[in-house]
């Protein structure tokens, strides 16, 4: 089968065996897969990766122990845990220490014609959402997360910091969930994605950049960067909650002074629940047509990967041609 | 008055005029006062801070409008606000945005014959505690503000890390809670003061600091160090708390990517509630004659404070002595 294989910061199209399941896994064929910016990151070697990535997908079962999965067209819950120890049981197999992550940690991604999952992974995709859409699952699921974390409290306003692709879809699930969402970014484009949902949107310049200072109750962070963390800290008002979406490369230097002072709470966020994206995907409320930045063929992903590593792009879809 | 006076990293004794209260401030003859690390960081010029410290404090009322206060024991809260903003309305004055701070922020402390405090900042201390414990009520408050700030889960294991006055008295206050503690430090002598209570202790070694990895779901950093930091966060599992209750000067360099993909959540914690700590005092149920490593008269102030900077010292008192 074709997969883009990662190895010394490139990314090469190769000729692989197909995976086989193990026992209590399917075998799936990608359909769509997206480009997430942790992709762009293993590409440029920060976490020592090698193999095939790829976390963002769409994919029909085509072989299964249990028949009714065949032929489903589905998603996948990117974390493989083992489901005995303490975490699973308390139903957070997102953290489970012996975890294995698609195409991040230890199994191979969905930037392959096949990819393998354990069945209890899988979700069906409602026939109403279309592939280009049903890709959002995963980053949808995580600006998702957000709510399950946080208790907001009711009509609260909430800025989010960033416009790249998760700073979009976490503003527009938190508009969604009722909140009044402000969105901070640099690009007026990709800010004026957001307007038809009612989201304020606040353009920041690049060369002398000013929010306003401890005005909000809750900020979230999602510029991936150590310059937007701090300015995302100095938004939060007192007692407030700062909620970090976005990691930056290596370490950050904080001076935590003032969140000690101000009693601010900081709270990494991180994967979400699947169930919840799929149902804000079939009440297609949401604007993602605009944040797709184009589709290639599997056999394209060097190109993909490029421009979806060049400024003002956003989510590149590749597309299993076979 | 005698009075401490700091400035450019010096501390003096000096003779200064007698404060006068605004209207709604009483006029307090100190007892004791109390040397908080904080004092020490003023004094070094952390904050660029110059005037009379101090805010631990146990005074006589000698002068108030309400002569119902006149001649009353009190201890009063540190922080005065503005008490008209929406941060005073809603109670929390500890974080009115206008409020100066006793002995740290724009109002003369209580390392002095004499200091001044609104009225609505006095609490009066119950005559079965003795000064030299009552002395500890502004400290031990800041300790109880993490039962305020954490909703923690009944029975689960909590690790306190600093084996300072802070986190001495945070150990024991999380214990009286009913919470299973354990304190790691570095100096066995100073662990060995909350053993009566029941609390688990573990001395942790300067040279090849060990610590048990994501191990606890609650762990409050009173280290006081950018190392001490990072091995506290490190003590965090999956989805766990790290209350931040101590300062580091400067920036300290975080990776915040594990904080993320363990979806940890940072909690800063600062000032308490007095009534919460007068009432532990009041059970009389902490070990704190042990945390008490002198008593000078405020005269020698300047040799109290370079003996509360020297290792292995805990609470130094000042005592007026007119």
Redesign the interface.
Known sequence: MLAVHIAQGKARVIDTPKPRPRRGFALLKMRVAGICNTDLELLRGYYGFSGIPGHEFVADVVACEDSAWIGKRVVGEINLACRKCS?CKRG?GR?C?RRTVLGIVKHPGAFAEFLTLPVANLLAVPKQIPDHLAVFTEPLAAAC?ILE?VKFAAGAEVAVLGDGKLGLLIAQVLSLSGLPVTLYGRTREKLDIVKPLGITTAWVSRKSPKVPQ?AYRYVVDATGSAAG?TMAAGMVG??GTLV??????????????P????????????CGPFREALKLLKANALQLEAMLSGEFPLEDAPTALDLAASPGVLKILLRSMT
Chains 1, 2 share one sequence.
């Not at 000690?260 to 709470?265: A, C, D, G, Q, R």
Request: net charge positive; hydrophobic share 40%; no cysteine.
């Open positions: 975490w957070l953290h220490p997360e974390q401890a963390f007192p007692r970090m979406k976005s990691t930056v490369n290596g370490r950050t230097p904080v001076d935590f002074a969140l000690i002072v101000n009693e601010i709470t900081l709270v990494g966020s991180r």
